[in-house]
């Protein structure tokens, strides 16, 4: 029994050991990539923003989810480089991105229209992932004129009705964010989540989105439940496209199935498979893109 014991202690310490390594070098290497983007900063009024402006054509703003930053903004969009003007902020608290008042999606939106305007951008197509649903919405609610059309990817999405309850707090444990702790947990990612446990190497450094992460959780993601009268879906004017995974264990597909009658001039592209990542329909997800943005 005593040999038993030690022997997976041994086997404990010598996986915290290799995920310790792990994070080390995928941290290292993160902060390589991230030398690689052409990135700019804005002064605004409350402070800086990090960006990426890329590509010509009509712009398309897109907004990051969760562990997210300019980086992820860019690559959900970086296919249309050649068509479209790419504008990739970070939003309040990643990668650089200073915080506005509480950080709620409303001054998120706030923060969106004064970068079109330090831009010369007078509307943009929005097209926003995951977490980056909430403050696309309240852009949309708020600012309809500089809105073309919003492009919702596996987003977060309104509820039917106002809940009873909801989660005060909705991202992992504050515990969990950082890249060793990521690390360890990364096997975990499939079975909970449906991402590959490589996942985490995209979301480094972990220490520089941890801000934004924990103002999410705290304020983003909870936004439509807890203010659900602020948010009359039904007043959009601008068209929507909305694409969705069945199989997405991150975002629920049942609550956005449930949610898209209330888009006035909604369009629903619904995939079988991919996850939260819609992997493996880039072409068909290129083309529901092309025809939306043309018509």
């Keep these: 029994m005593i040999l038993m014991i030690l022997g997976v202690l041994v086997l404990f310490l010598s996986y ?63 296919t249309r480089k050649s068509k479209n003007r790419l504008i ?38 929005v097209l926003a992932t995951s977490a980056g649903g909430t403050p696309a919405i309240r852009f949309a609610l708020d600012y309809p004129e500089r809105v073309k059309g919003l492009i ?20 992992p444990p504050k515990a969990l964010m950082s890249d060793f702790a990521m690390y360890l947990i990364s096997p ?25 992460a924990i103002l999410d959780g ?21 068209p929507t496209l909305i694409l969705h995974a069945k199989d997405d264990s991150v975002a629920s597909f049942e609550k956005t199935r449930l949610a898209v009658p209330r888009f006035p001039d909604c369009t629903f592209v619904a995939f079988e498979d991919g996850g939260h990542m819609m992997v493996g329909h880039g072409q068909e997800i290129d083309e529901a893109l092309d025809h939306f943005l043309s018509d």
Excluded: W
């Design 152 to 171: 919702l990817f596996c987003s977060a999405m309104p509820p039917v009705q106002e809940p009873k309850s909801y989660l005060q707090y909705q991202a």
């Design 16 to 78: 915290v050991a290799v995920q310790g390594i792990r994070a080390s070098h995928g941290r290292a290497k993160a902060h390589r990539r991230l030398s690689d983007y052409d990135v700019k900063t804005a002064a605004l009024s409350y402070g800086d923003i990090t960006y990426l402006d890329e590509g010509n054509g009509v712009a398309i703003l897109s907004v990051h989810g969760m562990f997210g930053g300019y980086d992820q903004a860019y690559e959900t969009v970086k």
């Design 188 to 212: 975990l990612f499939e079975p909970l989540m449906g991402l590959p446990p490589s996942t985490v190497k995209t979301i480094q450094p972990i220490s520089e989105r941890r801000t934004g």
């Design 218 to 238: 705290e304020r983003t993601n909870p936004d439509m439940e807890k203010h659900f009268d602020q948010y009359p879906i039904e007043s959009l004017k601008m």
């Design 88 to 125: 990739a902020p970070s939003r309040f608290g990643y990668l650089g991105s200073d915080v506005k008042g509480d950080g709620s999606p409303k001054a998120q939106a706030d923060a969106f229209a004064e970068l079109l305007n330090f831009l010369d951008i007078d509307s943009a197509f």
